[in-house]
């Protein structure tokens, strides 16, 4: 079975500091991750994906992940955090169900970013 | 180019009344889905859509809730008697069929029962 977990509900730094949000996976096939972000009272928008090429990913606005096998993870980074980044943000994971295309969210991670 | 649309984007009924919401995908994007999220919630899968057919409607949470696609573009989720449960964003997202591609998501519908 497929599934996510987003191993921090809130996180919190301060502006300028790193941002490290954590994400394992289950699959049992070759999955595709990404990395979604929700602004307050805004749609969805991608962040990165991964899709079985460069382990290391990079996205917009200076976030990048890496896909860990070995530990089914996936976790987002940020050298800086900015006050926009403020944000929720959501690990996908995809991959070819019996159903086609099917993806599975994990249950978010609250950024707070302080000044 | 256009991006996924939803309409309306709020509405308000009164519970027991039917609603219709409606999802206009990325032109030629095959797969469909439509997501339930609650405030503070991450989006719960409702039904995934491979063309006109739905390929899993497993999220549906009872028959109150239905959906369609006739031509396998634009698609309807219709909500039978509303319940206050309901009052919810519905997400609406599409992409192509495949492995690796992503899903572009509308800016939603906001659903308050009253």
């Known amino acids: 079975a497929q599934s996510v977990t987003q191993l921090d509900s809130h996180v919190s730094v301060s502006e300028g500091t790193p941002v490290l949000l954590r994400c394992n996976y289950s699959s049992s096939y070759s999955p595709s991750l990404f990395w979604y972000v929700q602004h307050p009272n805004k749609g969805l928008q991608l962040l990165l994906k991964?899709?079985?090429?460069?382990?290391l990913v990079k996205g917009i606005n200076g976030f990048e992940a890496e896909f860990k096998k070995s530990e089914t993870s996936f976790h987002l980074t940020k050298p800086s955090a900015h006050m926009s980044d403020a944000a929720e943000y959501f690990c996908?994971?995809?991959?070819?169900?019996?159903?086609?295309?099917?993806?599975?969210f994990g249950t978010g991670t609250s950024l707070t970013v302080i000044p | 180019g256009a991006g996924v649309s939803q309409t309306p984007s709020n509405k308000v009924t009164e519970k027991g009344k039917y609603v219709e919401l409606r999802c206009d995908p990325i032109?030629?994007?095959?797969?469909l889905y439509w997501y339930r999220q609650s405030l503070g919630q991450g989006p719960e899968f409702l039904i995934y859509f491979q063309g006109t057919g739905a390929a899993d409607d497993s999220g549906l949470p009872n028959d109150r809730f239905f959906a369609v696609r006739p031509e396998g573009s634009v698609s309807t989720l219709k909500i039978q008697r509303t319940e206050r449960g309901d009052s919810a964003v519905y997400l609406c997202?599409?992409?192509?069929?495949?492995?690796?591609?992503?899903?572009?998501f509308g800016p939603g519908t906001r659903l308050t029962v009253t």
């Open positions: 997202a599409s992409s192509l069929l495949g492995q690796g591609y992503e899903q572009y």
């Open positions: 032109s030629g994007h095959t797969a």
């Open positions: 996908v994971v995809s991959d070819r169900s019996n159903t086609g295309n099917q993806f599975y």
């Open positions: 991964y899709t079985s090429a460069a382990t």
